[in-house]
């Protein structure tokens, strides 16, 4: 009896709270401002340059959301967010959203009580090895040192893929990822391990990156995307619907150089016109403007361009496109129609 | 005794005084210091030796990366490209991101010179309270003005606000200085809720009043930075504490049972808490708390929280002092017929205080290094500065030594410092004859 009063109680405060979270889009929207919460930090996804703007492929996404809500890609306010307080800072409110290469997971959805809008890095667990090593597989890795930072998901999946492979290895546990640089190309481990991205972003400093292998294993799935807080659909809707504006248009060929172009007169292409606005109402049914995807994509460029911009091939961060290519040149991005 | 030689035979008497002579070689300058210092016995002159040996090899494998480095690139592997393999530090880092390390990556460039001039004026405004004996106290008026004028430059905004914030304070000494020889306690209270009405009316005037364009225009709080947050927090943070400190090393040490019970309990709850727990409830858990839309200044959560802790660990220095003292000075302050008040300021704590320096100043360096903590609540202070956005920029990703070892010297600058004050502070206090 009691035990049913708490938990009504619980669901008045949870409807309360719901409420009360309710209307995001009306609150950037008056605010003028979208309030997007990004790591303190990283290369490649999200650091302030030496002017203090700050730039980065997750600080794309931030300025697409801004454009397509509010019309300019600068009207953010960026909430730099650690580890540890990037989950209350959403759930507290402080931020609107959260795009800060988080890994996408079962309890952060459902127990956390967020809800990520899609995925815009398929990341994995890689292994680094110094070239002299002679190794071309992690197969070959038995009896190795590993460095490992301690207290984190990684630690878990590198115990795992050693033991379905029945081999050996030696932990060297380390706190930090600079941590753990000084320490491999010290030579205290043979192989240093974390997400593939952050193994590409710290060979990339090396002064010799080229005697680095980075092998082609990969043992885990790190799905990273944005996120807001679970109960406000409409909100969720926007940023999930900003994310698959860039990604399709990167699929029908739309680019930042060529939108003006596009967004001008209705095309041959009927999806194209309705993303654009000139067919349809689908910026009202987003309660946005009819040219929401056209400012969005203007901020920064499509998904390919933010990618290549930021983290591709020609950047210090070097990395290829992989499973983050379109599903047409066999990667895993696909976004649902518009229509 | 008047049969002496020279008396007899007087032939030769010297008419002036021998001149001096140099003293032997081993005796003087520089041999002689080495002979006492360095190598007065076997065991020292081992260790002189081996200590000049690696003295020698640190000097000789650090020289070349501070003589070869590089000032002038745009990125690291600009830099290793100049330095072509040979041994250098890059440090380009440094006078490209300068202000970045100094003011933080948001603080308006063309500003830079508030926070500068308030810097300045510290020395200013300390001083007198410093060098109390060799300053007109005159000088003290305006240490009691700097608070206001050195959050003014460094914020900005309204005038207005600065200026109604000091007047509450002055609306609350004066009702205090008029009810206080009434009661104690309806000083005590009337002032606070002088100073409060002051300063609830002074806010509504200054938002109905504010211009569009201030004077100096307004630098939110989120947007401070680098080693000057870490100044911030530790001036604002140190010269708050000492005040509650004494308060609560008093406070612990009285006859009435509530105030006693309070101190005690704030004091050890506060040390029996590691800090960062008390940085993470002001930054996350507070949020929860606060109506939404609500802004309390993050920075002033962090200033109540780091504060709270510091003066629970000057109360503990400060009561070792109180309890250094004899009994006898307590006793003589009462059979002078001094009261409470009188016999803790004219008798009491200038003894007890002049104790308690040396705490007092080791609490301070370790509070000023703590404001580093804040890097963790994803505040840019100077080693947020260098761990966040400019490790994690394409350009600079892998300078580690440049950057770390220039925030250690501007680190060690401020606490030699302190600690050299210290000891001057110790040496002129000194009263007694050893």
Redesign the interface.
Known sequence: MKNSVFLGALTVAGLAAGA?AAGTLDDVKARGKLNCGV??????F?????N?EWGGFDVGVCRAVAAAVLGDPTAV?F????G??RF??LA???IDMLARNTTWTFSRDVDLKFEFVGINYYDGQGFMVPKDLGVSSAKELDGATVCIQTGTTTELNLADFFRSNSMNYEPVPIETN?EA??QYLAGACDVYTTDASGLA?TR????DPAGHVLLPEIVSKEPLGPLVRHGDNEWGDVVRWTLNALIAAEELGITSANISEMAAEATNNPEINRMMGTEGNLGEMLGLEADWAVKAISAGGNYGELFEKNIGEN???GLARGLNAQWTDGGLLYSPPFR | MSDTPSQRNPAFVRTEMLPEQAPPATETGIIKWARENLFSGTSNSILTVLSIISIYYIVVSAAPWILNGVWNSAS??EC?EILEGAAGGCFAVLT??WN?LLFG??YPNEEYWRPGLAFVLLFVAAAPVMFFKYLPSKMLLFTALYPFLAYWLIWGGPILAPIFALFGFVVGYVVWSQLVTRSFAAGFFGSIVAAALTWWIGGMITSAVAPEETLLSAVPS?DMGGFMLNLILGTVCVSLSIPFGIALALGRQSNMPIIKWICVVFIEFVRGVPLITLL?VA???L??FLP?GSNFDLIIRVIIMITAFASAYIAEVIRGGLAALPTGQYEAADSLGLDYPQAMRLIILPQALKISIPGIVNVAVGLFKDTTLV????M?DLV?MI?????????W??V?WELFGAAAILFFVVCYGISQYSQWLERELATDHR
């Not at chain 2, 890097?375 to 994803?378: A, F, K, Y």
């Open positions: 009360a790591t303190t930090g990283l290369v490649g999200a650091a302030p340059d030496a203090g306010e909430v730099p967010t650690t540890k307080t209350t800072a507290s409110g402080e600079a640089q000084q972003a990339a400093a090396f002064e950047t210090p961060v | 690291i592997r290793r490209e991101r970045q990556f948001k989120r993470f930054n996350v858990v949020a929860y939404p890097s963790v609540i994803s840019f947020g761990r966040g956005p400019i490790l994690a920029s394409t350009e990703n892998g580690y």
